[in-house]
């Protein structure tokens, strides 16, 4: 069990390692970065002095070291844009993404587990198969299009719900939260429900595929043939079988609620980390892209490490194997 | 007493092209304590009654007549919520493979506890001491330490012990064991069954033990009832049944069973295989015979021997195949961190000779090893330590073994599963000529065509198989294609791994005649895999036997049956069902 760990957690190094070598790349040779950080007036001489006093003249191993170590410390330099420490507006805007993220993955994990195990259990039944025509839609319409209807009748038509921004938040420390106030869940609720759609349908499906699955086997009937109940039967031996292979697409699903929530924060203009990445590319704003870059893949290995030590809980099998 | 009575029972399925009959019009009793053999070939409706009697019957297929009375009550009015209640507390079912039947994610402890408390109102702990009585009763040792064990953690005999303390801990009155013991080895197999029998005679349990293998109701059944086609063909005391049957079809089933004591030339009186009824084109190559076939092997064979000769006149008296102090290694799955892990060894230390015309005979129990040799000759998986030459050429590992490397031809490999060993995208006529335009041995196309059509007459199939796809066809044809395919490769050497395991016994009889006629006819060597002792009595001249991956005897294969030296072999021997009653 030690050496599972272990071992995930050097892999999640490397990874880690391999992905900050990509956004240095980007750093370091997607334009000069002294002619980005300069204006036009600064004499050739400054910009040399410059150059040299931030190392960009060292052997490109050593620069490497350098971001690599600086991104290690929490010290991950100034946006060309706004000159602010990058460290602290990705700070500022995390907690609307993370809030986002989770509330979208909620009502998807609310609505698709329920619902996939309806649909595996009654198969061929009216209400199953309207679900799954249901969710068809929910997979093949773009999330942009899915947000820009819900602002036309619940913000536009209908005016029950805000359609921009995060509304009133409380500061809990830096953290800043929608939860606690009535007007922030308000907000909250498009931009999770546009966010969710797509992820409740591959959960649904997810699990009703894999449900059906389990229901064939062996060790299914055997437990129906000793006469235990077909509650217990389904909601504790199917269903846990079930989720053995589920956890890992929902883990992957939540790092890409974080990751690509790109398109829904720009449509409701909610102020998280998708929005900065996008003014960043506007104003081709590299340090804070590049921080972007290793942030979100540092998400996935979190989760995909949290995800496998899930997968031990669960299965014996991977317990005893490590 | 009689405890369950079936009358006239019919199922049917609906099915696209109108309503098959699975089994019709079928009578059978089970008195208390009585075990009661069901036996047939497949798609005989064998499983179809264990379903029904269970009440598990999977849509859409129906009871469409008849009754089954269980201590008075007819099961088939029941409603499903009270048939429900009926399962685990009088009915039991066994199943096939232990490996997949328990639920993985669940300690031992936890699935027995929650079936005792589904059926009696006992506290957890009471649960529990009777779920530790229970895996002792059936043989489990340290009952009370391993309870808290999950499946994985027993090997496949034990856990079928587990699923029979499963079954037993509600006290069930009558047990449906399906296959119960097809998928353990012989020396487990025995053990599971002398089980079943105390059970049966100590607790007066009745059980309806569904199986294809004869040697398995002669070891243990009170009654036989053999079933073909979905009807009833005989039924009797199993002795009655076995040494002296009446019906037709019976007498040929027994005729078809290889006898571990005895070798036959050839099965005589076997049941003929059922002939596709769709096909009734004229279509056929014309000058395409059995004969050409044999002709063009003959011919062929004659050729390339003379060519080998010719190259290598020095080696023509070595043997087909030389195997020495072979080692195979799987590579870890997990390289150890900071101590050297060198992996599995699945071999070791094997050395053998086969000489041309011979038949080798390799044994063993699963795990033994005998499917990684194949697999290292072959090239399939690499050796790490020996060598293996053929007629005096090295055979280097699989991975080094060059693609032109002449010995690709020369050993041919004929799969367990003939269901997965045939390409089910592509036609017969495609699957077989691809040897003979790889090796170019004929480039015509219409020679190639007449040849294969040939060729297939030699195997006793129909010409127009030519133009049909593999599932169209039964495992006994899929395995006669995939033999013609191997054949067209002139081989020296036939590697059969299981050739028969997945074949009903009336079709490995017909297999096992075509792979002894087309040995005789081209002197070819045969290495036969098998893990049923009486198969490779039949067919080898010598064995050599394989335990944990060592050759623990090899030699001729009249004396290992009649008196092996080791101490494994004899065990082996004495532990394969005999059948005794059917000389």
């Known amino acids: 069990m030690i050496s599972y760990v272990a071992r995930r957690l050097l892999q999640s190094v490397f990874v880690m390692l391999a992905v900050s070598l990509i956004a240095f790349t980007l750093f370091r040779f997607v334009g000069d970065p002294i002619a980005q950080m300069v204006g036009q007036e600064t004499s050739l001489e400054d910009q040399a002095r410059l150059r040299s006093e931030m190392g960009l003249n060292d052997p490109l191993i050593t620069q490497y070291g350098r971001f690599v170590k600086n991104l290690a410390t929490g010290e991950f330099g100034f946006s060309y844009r706004t000159r602010q420490p990058i460290g602290e507006m990705i700070l500022s805007r995390l907690p609307a993404t993370l809030e986002l993220g989770f509330v979208s993955l909620l009502i998807s994990l609310l609505l698709g587990i329920p619902a996939g195990i309806y649909t595996a259990l009654n198969k061929d039944g009216f209400i199953s198969n309207s679900i799954l025509v249901a969710t068809l839609v929910g997979v093949s319409v773009p999330t942009f299009v899915i947000g820009i209807f819900l602002i036309y009748l619940f913000g536009v038509t209908l005016g029950w719900l805000p359609t921009f921004g995060r509304g009133e938040v409380v500061e809990i420390g830096w953290w800043k939260t929608n939860l606690l106030t009535l007007d922030g869940w308000r907000s909250l609720i498009l931009p999770a429900l546009t966010l969710g759609v797509y992820q409740v349908t591959l959960t649904m499906r997810l699990i009703r595929s894999e449900m059906l699955e389990v229901l064939r086997t062996d060790y299914i009937k055997f437990a129906v043939a000793r006469g235990i109940d077909y509650r217990t039967v389904h909601y504790r031996h199917a269903l846990k079988n079930t989720m053995v292979p589920v956890i890992t697409i929902i883990g992957l699903q939540f790092g890409g609620i974080i990751a690509f929530s790109i398109v829904t924060e720009s449509v409701f203009q909610w102020p998280g980390m998708g929005l900065l990445f996008l003014d960043s590319i506007r104003y081709v704003d590299i340090p804070v892209m590049s921080v972007y870059l290793v942030l979100i893949a540092l998400i996935f290995v979190v989760i995909n490490l949290m995800v496998d030590l899930l997968y031990a809980v669960i299965d014996p099998r991977v317990r005893l194997k490590g | 007493m009689t405890l369950l009575e079936i009358n006239n029972l019919t199922v049917r399925y609906p099915t696209r092209f109108g309503e098959f009959t699975a089994i019709e019009a079928i009578d059978l009793n089970i008195s208390e304590g009585e075990i009661h053999g069901l036996v047939g070939e497949s798609g005989a409706g064998k499983s179809t009654i264990g379903a029904v009697v269970m009440g598990l019957l999977e849509s859409p297929g129906y009871i469409a007549s008849g009754n089954v009375n269980m201590l008075g009550t007819d099961l088939t009015t029941l409603n499903p919520t009270d048939y429900h209640k009926l399962r685990g507390n009088q009915l039991g079912m066994i199943f096939q493979d232990p490996q ?484």
């Open chain 2, 100 to 583: 997949t039947s328990l639920n993985p994610l669940f300690t031992i402890a936890d699935q027995l506890i929650t079936t005792i408390q589904q059926h009696n109102e006992v506290s957890e702990n009471s649960a529990r001491e009777q779920a530790i009585a229970l895996l002792d009763e059936v043989g489990i040792d340290d009952a009370e330490g391993r309870i808290d064990d999950f499946p994985h953690q027993f090997s496949g005999g034990m856990r079928q012990r587990v699923v029979i303390a499963l079954v037993l801990c509600t006290n069930p009155k009558l047990i449906v064991a399906d296959e119960p013991t097809t998928a353990l080895d012989v020396s487990i197999q025995k053990r599971i069954l002398v089980l079943l029998k105390d059970l049966a005679r100590q607790r007066g349990v009745g059980i309806l033990l569904i199986t294809h293998d004869i040697g398995v109701i002669a070891e243990i059944c009170d009654r036989v009832t053999v079933l073909r086609q979905g009807k009833v063909v005989e039924v009797g005391p199993t002795t009655n049944v076995i040494a002296q049957p009446t019906h037709e079809y019976t007498i040929g089933l027994m005729a078809a069973i290889p006898l571990i004591g005895k070798r036959l030339e050839r099965f005589q009186n076997i049941i003929a295989e059922e002939a596709p009824s769709d096909d009734n084109t004229q279509w056929h190559v014309s000058g395409a015979s059995a004969e050409y076939a044999e002709h063009w092997l003959h011919e062929n064979y004659t050729l390339l021997q003379n060519q080998q000769q010719a190259v290598a006149s020095a080696n023509s008296d070595q043997a087909i195949l030389v195997v020495n102090d072979l080692e195979v290694r799987y590579p870890p799955e997990n390289p150890g961190w900071f101590r050297k892990n060198l992996g599995y060894q699945a071999l070791s230390d094997i050395d053998f000779e086969l000489n041309r015309g011979e038949v080798l005979g390799v044994v063993g129990e699963s795990g033994s090893g005998k499917s990684t040799l194949a697999k290292a000759i072959v090239g399939l998986v690499d050796y790490t330590r020996g060598s293996i030459s053929s007629n005096g050429i090295v055979l280097e590992p699989g991975s080094q073994r060059s693609r032109k490397h002449e010995a690709r031809r020369r050993l041919q490999m004929i799969f367990q599963d003939p269901y997965s060993s045939l390409n089910n995208r592509r036609t017969v006529e495609q699957i077989l000529a691809e040897p003979l335009k790889f090796y170019s041995l004929v480039d015509s196309r219409a020679d190639r065509r007449k040849l294969l059509a040939s060729v297939l007459q030699l195997v006793e199939m129909p010409q127009q198989a030519l133009r049909k796809y593999p599932h169209q066809f039964s495992g006994g044809q899929r395995q006669r294609i995939a033999i013609a395919r191997s054949l067209l490769c002139l081989p020296d050497l036939l590697i059969c791994d299981e050739p028969t395991s997945a074949l009903d016994v009336s079709i490995q009889a017909h297999v096992l005649n075509l792979l002894k006629d087309l040995q005789d006819e081209f002197n070819m060597a045969i290495l036969f895999i098998s893990h049923n002792l009486a198969v490779v009595r039949q067919m080898a001249d010598r064995v050599v036997v394989l335990k944990d991956g060592e050759v623990v005897e090899q030699g001729d294969s009249d004396v290992f049956f009649t008196a092996p030296s080791a101490e494994y072999s004899k065990l082996l021997l004495r532990e394969t069902p005999s059948l005794s009653i059917l000389n």
